[in-house]
């Protein structure tokens, strides 16, 4: 859905395009919408949200996600969804958070650091976005993640002093499959393209930077793309392209969970899966920006910023791949990057 279609529809959205009551009530939502970005966002990651689980529960005809809608005490909440020990999706959760309240020292310090103007004294802040990762029970069938967020400063009159948006996705397969990989850049890089030609090349070389495990020397797959700070233009451009961005998830991945569902798989197999996972869990613990900054935000909640975690994963020590095997082949290509769309 395009964000002019996304606009036109505002006004007619009714709580059936929902997973559960909008944080903000929705009939004050859909006004304030019309004017004020934040919660125009806010109504975005909801109807997201209710589309990826609309697509995801196809797969999963005996089970349900579990809707979960939590306030945060400090100000703000969200809706957390998670499905555990599927048939086809071991662990799958899409998650949306509406946060506000006043920054705390180590916010202002981190953002000071990437270079963010911030004065000294009462520093509002509003932070919205959607957050899911998908982790399939058949190891043929790679892992996926997604974010995407808005973040603004206020004064005490309301009146906005700083914003941005960030986001990205990667893929994380255990089996590399060229097909696979080069469908989903390419899916990524035509939605790109839609809004600036220069957007793929820039946010691809960003993404491989940043998802990057620099104590193993290892991707933590084979990327996708990664922006923060995103002011180019104005806030109606950068919306346009988040928006581009968020209905483009599904097309780049259930092609791939389509063509693997069925391969046949064994121990060996599950092992190695497990042994990538926690290379998934290291990264998220020790790197991921959106971990950091919910762990440094009072009253975040816990279990929705971990439920990115597998459900299984696996540790070895020393673990060495056989050489000439596929899972060899699979750690040589996360020691290394390469470009999908024109390999």
């Known amino acids: 859905m395009p964000s002019q279609e996304f606009n036109e529809r505002i006004s007619s959205f009714t709580a059936s395009d929902f997973r559960a009551d909008t944080i903000t009530p929705l009939d004050e939502l859909k006004e304030l919408a019309q004017s004020k970005m934040k919660y125009k966002m806010e109504l975005f990651v909801a109807h997201l949200q209710h589309k990826v689980l609309s697509q995801l529960e196809k797969y999963e005809p005996e089970k349900k996600f579990l809707t979960d809608r939590w306030q945060r005490e400090q100000g703000g909440g969200g809706i957390t969804c998670i499905l555990q020990d599927g048939k086809v999706f071991e662990k799958a959760g899409v998650n949306i958070s509406v946060v506000h309240g006043s920054m705390n020292p180590q916010q202002i310090q981190s953002m000071r650091a990437r270079g963010k103007e911030i004065v000294d004294g009462e520093n509002n802040f509003f932070a919205t976005g959607i957050s899911s990762v998908i982790h399939p029970r058949n190891p043929y069938i790679p892992t996926t ?35 696979d990989c ?6 990524q890089k035509e939605a ?6 220069e957007y793929y090349p820039k946010f691809k070389k960003w993404a491989d930077d940043y998802f990057f495990i620099k104590f193993r020397g290892e991707h933590r797959g084979v990327g996708g793309t990664f922006f923060d700070d995103l002011d180019d233009g104005t806030m109606e451009d950068c919306f346009s392209f988040l928006t581009t961005c968020g209905y483009a998830i599904m097309p780049s991945y ?20 497990y042994l990538r996972r926690g290379r998934y869990v290291e990264f998220n613990l020790v790197y991921d920006r959106g971990t950091k900054f919910g762990l440094y935000t009072p ?27 596929e899972e060899e082949k699979t750690l040589k290509e996360v020691k290394t990057t390469r470009d999908w769309v024109n390999s």
């Open 299 to 325: 009253g975040s909640r816990i279990e929705s910023i971990l439920m990115s975690l597998p459900l299984q994963a696996r540790w070895e020590y020393m673990n060495e791949p056989e050489p000439g095997s």
């Open 182 to 187: 080069k469908h989903f850049h390419q899916t």
């Open 145 to 179: 993640h997604f974010n995407y967020r808005y973040f603004e400063l206020f004064d005490n009159e309301g009146n906005t002093t700083l914003w941005w948006f960030g986001g990205g996705t990667d893929l994380t397969p255990y089996y590399i499959n060229e097909e």
């Open 254 to 273: 259930l092609p791939t969970v389509d063509k693997h569902i069925d391969d046949e798989y064994g121990e060996k197999q599950l092992q190695w899966q």
């Open 192 to 197: 790109c393209d839609q809004h600036n030609k």
